[in-house]
């Protein structure tokens, strides 16, 4: 059965710190692993990976993709009270269909 | 202006009930989706439609059933609702779905409580 693991399920730091946010999957036909961030409502799309090795950058937060090894890391630097959300990794197949992880909670403290 | 949305925010309601959510999306896209998030924050697909064809049916109880009138539009009728069916339930679509890669758009989310 496909499935997606995210890892730690909860996290709590200071603003500043920097964080690593691990995601590992076992799906068929894997074409697309995705990071979203959910806050109070709807997730929103931060990043699309579909080639191993190639990182994908914005502002502070990375994230890459290792296709051997079958697992992705968002990082977060210099975190602020705003990066604190649902983080979720998320595989799509060739079926279309997206399979989520658990979700990292991570709070920063001021 | 907002890209996918669904109504009702918050729908409280008795056991037994049926109820439907509806879901607009202005994107143009061709795929929409339905998706369960339970208290454990765990987001499940349900449903996905592609221009108004079901293309996932997940394993749902039939009490859930989709209804596609345009592939603008997603809702979601739900019979006989049991204190299980608590949760938020989240729409969302994609440019073409199926086997492409790309992302999904999420809607607001609606809150269901069933007491």
């Known amino acids: 059965e496909d499935k997606v693991v995210q890892s730690p399920l909860s996290l709590v730091v200071h603003e500043g710190d920097t964080v690593t946010l691990n995601c590992s999957y076992e799906v068929t036909n894997f074409r697309s692993l995705l990071w979203y961030k959910q806050e109070k409502k709807a997730p929103t799309f931060l990043f699309m990976l579909?080639?191993?090795?190639i990182e994908k950058k914005s502002g502070r937060l990375s994230s890459i993709l290792d296709k051997k090894e079958l697992f992705s890391i968002l990082n977060i630097t210099a975190t602020q009270t705003g990066d604190s959300a649902v983080y979720l990794c998320a595989v799509g197949s060739n079926t279309g269909k997206l399979i989520f992880g658990q979700g990292t909670t991570l709070q920063v403290k001021p | 202006d907002t890209a996918v949305s669904q109504t009702p925010k918050y729908l409280v309601t008795q056991m037994g009930n049926d109820k439907s959510i509806k879901c607009e999306q202005n994107?143009?896209?061709?795929?929409m989706y339905w998706y369960k998030q339970d208290s454990k924050k765990f987001l499940k697909i349900m449903f996905s439609y592609n221009n108004k064809e079901l293309i996932i049916n997940e394993t749902v109880p039939n009490r859930f059933s989709p209804k596609s009138p345009d592939k603008a539009h997603l809702n979601l009728h739900i019979n006989s609702l049991e204190l299980g069916d608590s949760a938020v339930y989240f729409c969302a679509s994609s440019p073409s779905g199926g086997r492409a890669q790309e992302t999904q758009y999420f809607g607001p989310g609606t809150r269901l409580l069933v007491l």
């Open positions: 579909t080639s191993s090795g």
């Open positions: 994107l143009g896209h061709d795929t």
